[in-house]
């Protein structure tokens, strides 16, 4: 019942001539998908170009991030309404890198969850543990924060997704196993019952994210609280991302 989303985080990848380039391959790749959801989200100066190569096809576009207030002094930030604006249904909040390169907390990420699903976005909050977290027993304890303080203020009405991306997974090539990353999945499930009921909680897609590769995308996916990927790495080739699409 919950369609899958398989997702390609570009992170700082990419000039104009090679992001429009990898979609028009890739449009050709997935074009007979229909059963799940494909999202791409290149740098914002890749942005509009991608989106007008996207018109008509399957593909959403999605930004990488954003800040919450719709316009003014604030140099160097994008709004929602301009993510709207070149085409954006899409945007992930609270990567892992933005919190611990750029010092996100949880009450700034809230900001801009609460500010994407105003503006009509569809946020995708990323949570999860470091490695010495984990190690010392707390990634409930970690991720759960992140979710409860990241979703506050948002109703059972409210269209999100979470991204549960274990830290010590991202860009290492040291992937969760599909059971560890169910085990946190169904965590997460639970934590998003308590707060918004049981109706709600079934259908919140939960992607996985941390080295997803062709070779591991299937085994991720056909776990029962698994419902999509965030991929990097991996989402910079077209052949590579469309057998993630295509994986199950
Ligand atoms: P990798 O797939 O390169 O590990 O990156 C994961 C990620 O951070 C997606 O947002």
Redesign the pocket.
């Known amino acids: 019942m919950r369609r899958l989303l398989i ?1 390609g ?1 570009w ?1 700082m990848h990419k000039t104009v001539p090679e992001a429009v380039e990898l979609v028009r391959e890739l449009k050709e790749l997935v074009k007979d998908v229909t059963d799940r959801d494909i999202l791409v989200c290149p740098p914002f100066t890749a942005l509009y170009p991608v989106s007008q190569e996207l018109k008509g096809s399957n593909i959403y576009l999605g930004g990488q991030n954003m800040f919450y207030e719709e316009e003014g002094a604030f140099t160097g930030e994008i709004s929602p309404l301009m993510l709207k604006d070149v085409g954006c249904r899409f945007v ?1 909040l609270g ?3 933005r919190r611990h390169i750029f010092k996100e907390d949880d009450r700034l990420i809230n900001k801009k969850v609460l500010s994407a699903v105003e503006h009509g976005l569809t946020p995708i909050l ?1 949570v999860g543990e470091t490695l010495q977290e984990r190690e010392s027993g707390r990634t409930k304890e970690v991720v759960k924060k992140q979710v409860v303080e990241g979703l506050k203020g948002l109703t059972p009405e409210s269209e999100f997704v979470i ?1 549960y ?1 274990p830290v010590w ?5 040291r ?1 969760a196993t599909p059971e560890l990353a169910q085990e946190v999945h169904e965590f997460i499930r639970n934590t998003l019952k308590e707060l918004f009921g049981s109706e709600k909680a079934e259908t919140v897609r939960i992607l996985y ?5 062709p070779n591991n995308a299937a085994g991720l996916l056909k776990m029962p609280d698994i419902d999509g990927a ?6 910079l080739k077209a052949e590579s991302f469309s057998q993630i699409v295509k994986a199950l």
């Open positions: 997702a985080n992170k992930i990567h892992s890198e990323c991204a991306e997974a991202i860009g290492t090539g992937t994210g941390g080295s997803v590769k965030l991929v990097g790495g991996a989402s």
